[in-house]
Nanobody
Framework: VQLQASGGGLVQAGGSLRLSCAAS????????MGWFRQAPGKEREFVAA????????YFTDSVKGRFTISRDNAKNTVSLQMNSLDPEDTAVYYC??????????????????WGQGTLVTVSS
């Protein structure tokens, strides 16, 4: 099983980034997918989730209206489009996979597979 996140980098406040996560080694279309982030000195927190088909999406309040999550089951990828970035969005972003039907709650323990993370730095 592998989840390879990419797309992180340095961006100015107000800018945009698109993160991607390539999955392999499991039946991607059978899993709900999520994005989490961990800022320095803070716990890993839920950012967004999408169900197996892509028909349902969920976001933490702080990113609603700025971030979108999407997936391509034919390419085994999930993406996080981040707009209007703020320095508070600076963190390592992780993609994760879950089969539990409560994946949308953002509870970390419901996600069994995790990627290695990609760093997003937003400068003011």
């Amino acid at each position: 099983v592998q989840l390879q996140a990419s797309g992180g980098g340095l961006v100015q406040a107000g800018g945009s980034l698109r993160l991607s996560c390539a999955a392999s080694g499991f039946t991607f279309s059978a899993y709900h997918m999520g994005w989490f982030r961990q800022a320095p000195g803070k716990e890993r927190e839920f950012v967004a989730a999408i169900n197996w088909s892509g028909g349902s999406t969920y976001f933490t309040d702080s990113v609603k209206g700025r971030f979108t999550i999407s997936r391509d089951n034919a390419k085994n990828t999930v993406s996080l489009q981040m707009n209007s970035l703020d320095p508070e969005d600076t963190a390592v972003y992780y993609c994760a996979a879950a089969t539990n039907s409560y994946y949308y709650t953002g509870r970390r323990e419901l996600y069994g597979y995790w990627g290695q993370g990609t760093l997003v730095t937003v400068s003011s």
